[in-house]
């Protein structure tokens, strides 16, 4: 029973550039929730998609943008980016946009 | 304030001991969340309760909604506990929105 995966685990890029970060449901998961954790945080919540679509969404600006595809996987782009914006990014998955979530082990983004 | 607080932030154990990390809330909630983040960063879930008490092996948590507070207790600590332990509660109505607390950072010496 696969979990949530999530690639690349580390990423290195530089201000201004685009990024696109990807995630695989938990098996029978149809909600992907993306969150953001600084170092020393707690992850704070950037979107959800559901039925492809971006369902919820946290105080993120327009920067972040998502997708759903049919198969539930999903990915995460972020534009234009900010030093600010080096963080883990965690992927979570649910059924029916119901708890609990599943999570991934992240994605490393590093803005030089 | 934050809505979700954790105390304490860091703990130190001796392998062997009795630990216990809280959490309390300021908002309504379905649901709390207990996580462990290991250093790779990813995160497991331990428990997920509503009321009352639930354990697991060495863990043990506890939730107590009058007083919109949260335990989560390990016995016998070992040096593999060594990791953030994250509280997140669930939001009544219909979005099921999660609020996180920052995490307790707990190191166990062999």
């Known amino acids: 029973d696969a979990g949530v995966t999530q690639s690349p685990t580390h990423l290195i890029k530089t201000r201004g550039q685009q990024v696109t970060l990807r995630c695989s449901p938990k098996s029978g998961h149809d909600t992907v929730s993306w969150y953001q954790q600084a170092l020393g945080q707690g992850p704070q919540f950037i979107f959800q998609y559901y039925e492809e679509e971006e369902r919820q969404r946290g105080n993120f600006p327009d920067r972040f943008s998502g997708h759903q595809f049919p198969n539930y996987s999903s990915e995460l782009n972020v534009n234009a980016l900010l030093l600010g914006d080096s963080a883990l990014y965690l992927c979570?998955?649910?059924?029916?946009?119901?708890?609990?979530?599943?999570f991934g082990n992240g994605t490393r983004l590093t803005v030089t | 304030k934050n809505e979700v607080e954790q105390s304490p932030q860091n703990l130190t154990a001796q392998e062997g001991e009795f630990i216990t990390i809280n959490c309390s809330y300021s908002v309504g909630i379905s649901a709390l969340h207990w996580l462990q983040q290991h250093p790779g960063g990813g995160i497991v879930s331990l428990f997920m309760?509503?009321?009352g008490k639930k354990k697991h092996g060495r863990l043990i948590a506890t939730i107590n909604i009058q007083e919109k507070h949260s335990s989560l207790h390990i016995t016998a600590s070992h040096p593999r506990d060594s990791a953030v332990y994250i509280c997140a509660v669930v939001l009544v109505g219909g979005t099921y929105k999660y609020i996180f607390g920052t995490g307790t950072r707990l190191k166990v010496l062999a």
């Open positions: 979570a998955s649910s059924l029916g946009q119901m708890p609990p979530l599943h």
């Open positions: 309760l509503s009321s």
